[in-house]
Every structure is written in structure tokens, then in C-alpha cells.
């Protein structure tokens, strides 16, 4: 769209790195091909995914206005840029920022090109990317050069493909670490960017360094592959090394990673990585995308045999020097103070001691401090990153990262600095306290922006803050120290199942109307690397949420035991307990019309056109109910789990979807026996063969999940595939309602 | 040299009494309705950063907005296409674009009178640091451009501009009339 996309290569030439002006040059042409026909839609989708540019909500040319769906006609009429993808409809371009490490020319290089390219805002994930919205294909060329020309590539930032390698954000600076693990997540995501054995994935690939096993910031639990750093004796001596891990994962349904090797030295992460990606690249699923994460394999085949299969793999590969020169090369780029190490400074305003108590870090290194940029929503302005930029540069040999948390850690501050330092940031807007606290609420795009979302995430994450903030000062300590983290649906972007109070959107069909709801997660825990993931209670109208916080929260100060955390609360007085004390919530106010739109979003909430005859209306009170039972059958399943009996839960997870598939089957079969056999053969034909049941954007994998269970039925339960199970009973239950939502209009008896 | 990306911000009388969240239910209504000839997609609300864009109706050809970028709150006009035409045309396109959605905004009740235009001060910017790098060179390559477009703008009354010579923001410059100007003298001025 920009009149000087055609310009922009000529003049950066000579800027760019050889490989990557070249890269850049074929991506020119595949749009150019593409925009004249002669690519296929589907190999151009795949290769501007592999380049970080997704699609965006509204981007199949149709929008609900809230009363009708219309039509979207693009000027560039039918050419699609992937399949039900329309070319001039606005993107997502996602950055890559391995470990999360910029300078000041890379943030003036977002600011200009969030303005230029975007809204004016940068947008922080929860990976330590970058995301900017609403970018046009065409523009896309120029943009990733201009970032190439300061050094970042947006390279496999999306597809199926080798994600960012997130690191902790302290790295090098904090006081528990084992030690710096910054230049081996360097080292793995130069050796892993582009190399020919992760160019074969079933599913995307995430790996994640941590420093400590104690502290959240590396998230390694939650990864594909992770490393813990880690130092042990031998004959006397030291040694650093790493824990190994693999297999983990959020998703639909979270999988905790599994231990690989207890050490591994410095010298074989990058072979055994090299390894791990050839045996998933060769044994991973392909076909079924719903089950082609590593955590699947590695679940499948056992730890143990996957660790065998890993170990000849290793034994097969011919030696690269890159193995040890790139970590070698990394170890040499060491970060250093701009300033003398200073004192504490003496106590501040009122403002300036609430953002030290909780945006200040101590480092190991005497005299210095990392400082805590906290971002709403993640998002910052182009006015904002250029003052930024100046603050890097003038406080700090410009060491910045950006955290999981999505906000920015400011390294190597003097002490002496704090209180100069804090007037520039409150110039900027970005002297904000709470960092870390309940305030600073994670949340994924949800409806605002993303194909996937149900609710709208950043809407409800808005509202909360705002509300969190008019009284955070009288806020008990304890709740100040929650994490809430809200996802738009199931997919779990804003990683709500490891947050204390965690978040995901769902809808549910109320009176005859969708109404946005979010399913309240409890039970997670942030802290230990993600060390605990927390399931589904119940699900809750969006606008009953904020009630939902102020509920558990003012229960957990009233009754808390002694310095008991919010995990450990959530299992001594049971989820039984906490659901009746937000089971009124459950439903919307009789007559109150706000309940059936969203946060920030006026328009009524819909998934598709609505409208119920009065003969459907006896079938959604039966339909709901039998739903409802279902829903209350995994809830018991959950607590059986927590009592620690896996055959019971097991049991009651399954029963659970079998009679939510039993609900939808009796809408054109009300006779239908209890028949488990006959039930799921009615739903496979009725539903799965007709894909009626089938999600818009994730297909059958719901539906997957029923008839598994149903095989599998009367196999042993172990704790593992039992926990497993019950998140996917949940969502099967979820996506019930949805099909029904859908259903809608047609439903007729 | 050829102006394209034509911003155009007019400035908000008391900022401080205007309440943005009405705004989101206004420009969804304006996607809905098609009220102007450019294709409206998406509404994005920002409203949670300080100093920054506050909420935008994203349009594939521009984007419209009451942005509170710099704290200084204004309906912002920001043109995404090329347009064809001369200097003149592409900043008479954004200028009118940006007024009839004052225009609009005015004379929405939902906004309660409000939203109004301070009738002094018009910021004007160049959204592409390769069409317009903002030096020396680029203010006087289009020095009369501006002269030109602004004397009829204001139908020949008088004014001052202010250039910002950050080298690292746009290309752009403030516009301050020695008169206070409504949004429909402005647009008759624009339609002579």
C-alpha cells in the first residue's frame, strides 16, 4: 500500500546481510506472483507464515455488524493470500526477538514502523515478540527489511517452524541463577534458525532457557524443549550444564514437560536439539495438526523410548563446528554498566516508592538494579519506544529485553540512577507501578484481532485493570501478588492456565442469544517455571468477571492460612467451595441485554446468525440442561482427580462428553437409548461425518477427543492421560455448546 | 517530490470532558453503515495507553481516530493508500476527510457536544519516512505546497506554522490560526 515499498530495497542495499537481502528479494516475488495468480494460495500462506505474517480477524471478507453478517468486498476482489484468506484485509506481522534482547536503534526501528506500517502501537507477546496488527501484504516486503537492517528477522516467527527461543529476562543479572543462559539461547536459535532439519514439522516448535528452576520468567515446563541451568560437582570440580526438557506445552489441553537428561552439557544442547528436531521432524504427527505438538509424540512413545530414539539419533550426526563456535562467539558478547554502581537511593514521593516496591529488581552485580517496564496489555507507542530508546542509551549500554509478562526489563541501572531514571519513564508514560502484580494482567489479542477468538480477552483484561487499579492501594498484599492472564479461547495465548486466577473465552447460548463467557481457571501456578496447570471451574458471563475477582479474592484474604499461597488456598479449601461462591454468577441477570455483548465491544455478541422458532425453544431448555449436567460431571471428575483417584475421574470425564454428545444427538433423535455404543455411532454420523460439530477454525479435533475417549474407554487411567482427559472433556463440552450456538437458526423439531 | 500518507489531525477544545468509550459504539456504526466511501473494517480501542492513538476506526484505505497522541487530543485522519492527484489534491483529500468526520463527531449525541474542534490548530504529517524524511531538504521541497494548500484552507486568513525537527518522527508540522475556524468554514473554504 505504501508508495514507497518499491523504493525501499534500493535503498537499504548494502545494509542487510547478503542471505537475508536475498531471501527478502524471493519473498518479493512470491506476493508478486501470488498477486498475479501464478502461486498457489496455499503455498503462498505457507510461506508468509513462515515469515511471521498471519491473518486477522474479519479477514475471510465477512463481519457481524451485531445484527447481520455482511459482506466485505476488498478491491482486489476474490485474490486471497491463502485459503479464505482475503489479500488486502489487514494482518498480523509477528517479530522474532530472540531471548527477548534489543538495543536503541531496534526500538526506533518498531516505532517507526508500528506508525508506518501499523496503528501506532507495538504490541509485546507472551513469547517476547513482537506483534503489529492491521499490516497489508504489500507492505510486508519493506517492513522486514527495514527490521533486517537493524538486525531482526521475522523469520519462522510463525508456521511450523522453530518459534522465538525465549529466555528469562534476568539472565546474567539475576541473583539466583545458576548462571547466564543468555548466550546458549543465542547460540540455539542462530544454530536452529533456518536449519534444514526443522523445516519438517508436523506443528510449531518452542524452546525456552530458565536460569533457576524456582523463579516463572523461563516458562520451561510449559515448552517444547527447555533448559534449566544448572552447576554440579564432578571429581571436585564445577560444572555448568543444563536440565533438559521436552515435551511441554499449553494448547487446548496443557501437558507438563518431561525430563530428558538431569544434566547436559553446555557442548551437546545444540547436537541433542539437532536430534530432538530430526526425530520429530521424522516421527511426529503430520496429518492431524491437533495432535502434532512434540508433547504428543513424547507422550505417545514414553519418555524413555522418545529419549532412545533421541540418543541414536545424536549418535548418527555428523560433527558441526557450530555446535560449540556459536556459543563460543556468544560467550565473547558480554553486557557491562554504563554508569558507576551507586547506593539506594534515599525514599521518594508517595508514586515513586509504590513503582520501586514492585518494578525494581536487585542484580547480583552490587550497585545495580533491572528496572521493570510495565506495559497495559503489552502495548507501547511509537512516541513511547523512542524515549525508550533515549533512556537505553543514556542510563545503560542499551540492555533491554522484553519478558514473557510482556513488558520490559531495563538491565544494569545504577542505583544512584532510580529516581532520574523514573522521572524519564513518567515523562513517557511508562513509570506505571504494579509490575508483576495483579495489575499487570497478561492477556492474547482475543476478539479484537484474532481469527480464534471467542471473547474478547484484552476487553475484559481493560476493565479488570481499570478496575484493579481504582483501589490497588487498599489491596491486601496477598492479592496484590496474583497473576491474571486471560486467553480469547481454548489455545491458551494468554497462557491462562498457569496464572492464580486464569481466564479463557467460551460461549454459551442463554434465553436463545450467544452470550460471551470465560471459563475460570484455577489451581495454576506462574512461579517454579509454570510449575502447576489449573483447570476449568465454571463458566461465567463476561461481564459477571470482575465480580468473580473481587469474590475469590476477598475469600482468599478473608480465609486464608497463614502465609498460604493462592495454589495452595485453591486446593486446602476445594474447588467445590469456590464454585458455589461464584455459582450465582453463572448466570446473566434476567432482562440485562448488556450480558449479550462484550467488553469493549457494543455490538451483540455473536459466532454466526442467531434466531430461535418457538418449537427449538423446548429443545434449548433441554439441550442446555443436559449440557449443564455434563459440565457438572467434569467438575466431578476434576475434584475425583484432586481427591487423587484416577479411575473415577477418568470415568466421570468421559461419561461427561458422552452426555453432551448425547444432548446434541436427542435434538433430531430424542428417543435415543443410553446406549454408549449407539450414542457415539448417532454422533459420529449425525455430527463428525456431517461436520456440523466441526469448529470453524480448528476442524475436528473436539469431536477427536469424544471418540478417543470412547476407544479407549475401558484402558487402565493413569494421572497423566486422566488429566489430560478432563481438559478434554471441558472443551468437548465447550465446543457442545458452540455447535449448538451454530445450530441455532436451523434447529427445528 | 509527491505528498502521499497524508495525516491530518485537527485539535479537541477541552480535551479533558471528552469521554472516549462512546466512541467505539459510533465508529462500529460507521462500519455498519458505510458512511464513507473508503472501506471501514475493525475498531481498535486503546484507550488503556496513555498519550496514544485512543480509539481507531482501521479502514483498508485509512484510518480515522480521536487520538490523544503527544496528549493532545484530535480527529486524526490517516491515509493508507496512494492517492492520485498533486500535492494540492492529496492534502485537500486528507484535510476534507479529516473534517467531515469532525463534522460527524460534532454532531454525535452520544458524545453529549463534547467533542469539539478547538478551531485553531491543525497538525499535518507525513506518514512515510521515504516519501518524506523529515530535514531541511523535505521542508523546503514543500514549503509552498503548504503555503498554498493552507491559504486556501483558511480562505486566505491568517496563520503560523510550527515545524517538529526531530529527525526521528515524521515528517509534519502545526498549523496555528490567528482566528478561531469552524469545521464548516473550513470545508466550504476546501470546496471553493
Known amino acids: 500500500m505504501k508508495v514507497s515499498n518499491s523504493q525501499w530495497a534500493a535503498e537499504l542495499a548494502g545494509k542487510l546481510p547478503e542471505a537475508m537481502a536475498r531471501e527478502l528479494g524471493i519473498f518479493d516475488t512470491e506476493v508478486a506472483l501470488r498477486k498475479q495468480g501464478k502461486l498457489d494460495e496455499r503455498l503462498f500462506a505457507e510461506t508468509r507464515l513462515r515469515r511471521g505474517i498471519y491473518g486477522q480477524r474479519y479477514d475471510n471478507g465477512h463481519r457481524h455488524d451485531g445484527t447481520k453478517a455482511q459482506e466485505i468486498v476488498y478491491p482486489s476482489g476474490s485474490l486471497t493470500k491463502g485459503p479464505h484468506t482475503m489479500w488486502d484485509a489487514p494482518g498480523m506481522q509477528r517479530i522474532k526477538i530472540p531471548g527477548g534482547g534489543m538495543n536503541a536503534e531496534q526500538l526506533e526501528t518498531m516505532a517507526d514502523l508500528a506508525e508506518e506500517y501499523s496503528d501506532g502501537i507495538a504490541h509485546v507477546t507472551t513469547r517476547q515478540d513482537f506483534q503489529l496488527h492491521y499490516v497489508h501484504i504489500e507492505d510486508t516486503p519493506s517492513l522486514m527489511r527495514r527490521l533486517a537492517a537493524a538486525n531482526i528477522t521475522t523469520r519462522e516467527a510463525c508456521g511450523n517452524s522453530v518459534r522465538n527461543v525465549t529466555a528469562c529476562p534476568y539472565a546474567g543479572v539475576c541473583q539466583d541463577e545458576a548462571f547466564d543462559v543468555t548466550p546458549y539461547s543465542r547460540a540455539l536459535a542462530r544454530f536452529l534458525l533456518g536449519h534444514p532439519d526443522c523445516q519438517n514439522f508436523g506443528r510449531k516448535f518452542k524452546p525456552a532457557f530458565s536460569g533457576c528452576w524456582q523463579h516463572a520468567c523461563g516458562l520451561t515446563n510449559m515448552h517444547d524443549l527447555g533448559f534449566i541451568a544448572k552447576k554440579h560437582a564432578e571429581n571436585g570440580k564445577e560444572k555448568i550444564g543444563f536440565e533438559m526438557y521436552v515435551g511441554g506445552g499449553l494448547g487446548t489441553v496443557p501437558y507438563m514437560a518431561k525430563l530428558f537428561d538431569s544434566f547436559v552439557p553446555p557442548e551437546e544442547i545444540l547436537p541433542l536439539s539437532q536430534a530432538i528436531a530430526r526425530v520429530f521432524g521424522r516421527l511426529g504427527e503430520k496429518k492431524n495438526r491437533n495432535r502434532a505438538r512434540i508433547k504428543f509424540l513424547v507422550n505417545d512413545l514414553g519418555i524413555e523410548k522418545f529419549k532412545e530414539l533421541v540418543l541414536e539419533e545424536r549418535k548418527t550426526l555428523t560433527y558441526d563446528p557450530r555446535w560449540t563456535s556459536y556459543i563460543a562467539d556468544e560467550l565473547r558478547e558480554t553486557e557491562t554498566a554504563l554508569r558507576p554502581a551507586g547506593a539506594q537511593p534515599p525514599a521518594g514521593s508517595d508514586a515513586f516508592e509504590r513503582w520501586r516496591k514492585n518494578n525494581i529488581r536487585p542484580q547480583k552485580q552490587d550497585g545495580y538494579v533491572t528496572v521493570t517496564v510495565a506495559l497495559p496489555l503489552g502495548d507501547i507507542t511509537s512516541d513511547q519506544l523512542r524515549s525508550l530508546a533515549d533512556i537505553v542509551r543514556k542510563f545503560t549500554k542499551e540492555t533491554i529485553r522484553t519478558t514473557v509478562e510482556q513488558n520490559f526489563a531495563i538491565r544494569w541501572v545504577s542505583k544512584t540512577d532510580l529516581p532520574e531514571l523514573y522521572k524519564e519513564l513518567q515523562g513517557a508514560d511508562l513509570g506505571g507501578p504494579g509490575a508483576g502484580t495483579i495489575l499487570d494482567i497478561v492477556s492474547c489479542p482475543g476478539t479484537d484481532t484474532c481469527k480464534l477468538g471467542i471473547s474478547s480477552s484484552r476487553g475484559l483484561s481493560a476493565e479488570l485493570r481499570k478496575r484493579l487499579e481504582e483501589k490497588s492501594f487498599q489491596l491486601d498484599e496477598a492479592v496484590q501478588n496474583l497473576h491474571i492472564k486471560v486467553s480469547g479461547c481454548f489455545n491458551s495465548c494468554g497462557q491462562h492456565h498457569v496464572a492464580d486466577l486464569g481466564f479463557y473465552g467460551v460461549s454459551r447460548k442463554v434465553g436463545g442469544f450467544a452470550v460471551p463467557h470465560f471459563q475460570v481457571v484455577l489451581g495454576g501456578e506462574w512461579e517454579h517455571n509454570a510449575g502447576a496447570y489449573g483447570l476449568p471451574v465454571a463458566a461465567v458471563p463476561s461481564k459477571n468477571i470482575p465480580q468473580v475477582v473481587t469474590r475469590l479474592t476477598e475469600h482468599y484474604v478473608a480465609n486464608r492460612a497463614g502465609k498460604e499461597t493462592f495454589k495452595e488456598f485453591v486446593k486446602r479449601v476445594g474447588k467445590v467451595e469456590l464454585k458455589k461462591l461464584v455459582d450465582d454468577l453463572t448466570r446473566p441477570p434476567a432482562g440485562d441485554r448488556s450480558f449479550f455483548s462484550d467488553w469493549g465491544d457494543p455490538r451483540e455478541y455473536s459466532l454466526g446468525d442467531l434466531g430461535v422458532g418457538e418449537c427449538a425453544g423446548e429443545v434449548v431448555s433441554s439441550v442446555e440442561f443436559d449440557l449443564a449436567a455434563a459440565e457438572r460431571e467434569v467438575f466431578e471428575a476434576q475434584l475425583a482427580f484432586d481427591a487423587g483417584d484416577s479411575g473415577k475421574a477418568g470415568d466421570l470425564a468421559y461419561y461427561a462428553m458422552l452426555h453432551a454428545a448425547k444432548a446434541l444427538v436427542k435434538i433430531s433423535f430424542p428417543n435415543i437409548s443410553d446406549d454408549e455404543g449407539l450414542i457415539v455411532s448417532e454422533f459420529r454420523s449425525r455430527y463428525y461425518d456431517t461436520e456440523k460439530f466441526f469448529d470453524p477454525f480448528v476442524g475436528g479435533k473436539f469431536a477427536q477427543y469424544f471418540l478417543d475417549a470412547h476407544a479407549k474407554s475401558k484402558e487402565p487411567r493413569t494421572p497423566d492421560n486422566t488429566r489430560y482427559l478432563i481438559d478434554e472433556a471441558q472443551l468437548f463440552i465447550d465446543a457442545s455448546h458452540s455447535c449448538y450456538n451454530r445450530l441455532g437458526t436451523s434447529v427445528t423439531v | ?192
Request: hydrophobic share 40%; with cysteine; net charge negative.
Open chain 2, 1 to 192: 517530490m509527491n505528498l502521499q500518507h497524508v495525516n491530518v489531525k485537527l485539535l479537541a477544545r477541552d480535551p479533558e470532558k471528552v469521554d472516549l468509550e462512546p466512541l467505539i459504539p459510533i465508529f462500529h456504526s460507521w462500519i455498519a453503515n458505510k458512511v464513507f466511501e473508503e472501506l471501514l473494517l475493525d475498531v481498535a480501542d486503546y484507550r488503556h495507553v496513555p498519550a496514544g492513538p485512543g480509539v481507531v476506526l482501521i479502514g483498508l484505505q485509512a484510518d480515522y481516530s480521536v487520538d490523544n497522541t503527544g496528549d493532545r487530543l484530535g480527529v486524526r485522519y490517516n491515509r493508507k493508500a496512494a492517492l492520485d492527484g498533486d500535492n494540492q489534491e492529496c492534502l485537500r483529500q486528507a484535510a476534507r476527510a479529516a473534517l467531515t468526520a469532525f463534522q460527524l463527531l460534532e454532531n454525535e449525541p452520544h458524545l453529549e457536544g463534547k467533542l469539539k474542534f478547538d478551531g485553531r490548530e491543525i497538525e499535518v504529517f507525513v506518514n512515510d519516512r521515504l516519501v518524506a524524511p523529515n530535514r531541511e531538504a523535505t521542508r523546503e521541497a514543500f514549503r509552498v505546497d503548504f503555503q498554498k494548500f493552507f491559504e486556501q484552507l483558511l480562505g486566505g486568513g491568517e496563520f503560523s506554522l510550527a515545524y517538529d525537527t526531530d529527525p526521528r518522527r515524521l515528517f509534519g508540522l502545526t498549523l496555528k490560526t490567528s482566528r478561531p475556524f469552524t469545521v464548516a468554514e473550513l470545508l466550504q473554504n476546501l470546496a471553493v
